[in-house]
């Protein structure tokens, strides 16, 4: 069964595949992995596009969080015609 509460398990960077969705714990932004910089960090950029940014700190993401993601994308394009 899928938990809603978040999780304190933490990733390290390396755990990270690219193109996956994390949790930036610092900002407490979700963002998706672009790059890896020195195994230590990550480059995370934000769910619906702009500007990069580096973070170390990072967990996945829960089952309420990766819905509630998704359904805003696919609204979003939605509206959007695609």
Known sequence: ???TDREQTTLEP???DLGSVVWDTAKDLPGVVMG???GDRVQ???MAGGK???ARSLRH???RE???LHVAARNDASRKGL
Do not use: V
């Open 1 to 3: 069964m899928a938990t």
């Open 14 to 16: 390396e755990e990270c």
């Open 36 to 38: 890896h910089h020195g």
């Open 44 to 46: 995370l950029r934000p």
């Open 52 to 54: 990069e940014w580096e």
């Open 61 to 63: 993401l829960t089952a």
């Open 66 to 68: 990766w819905l509630r």
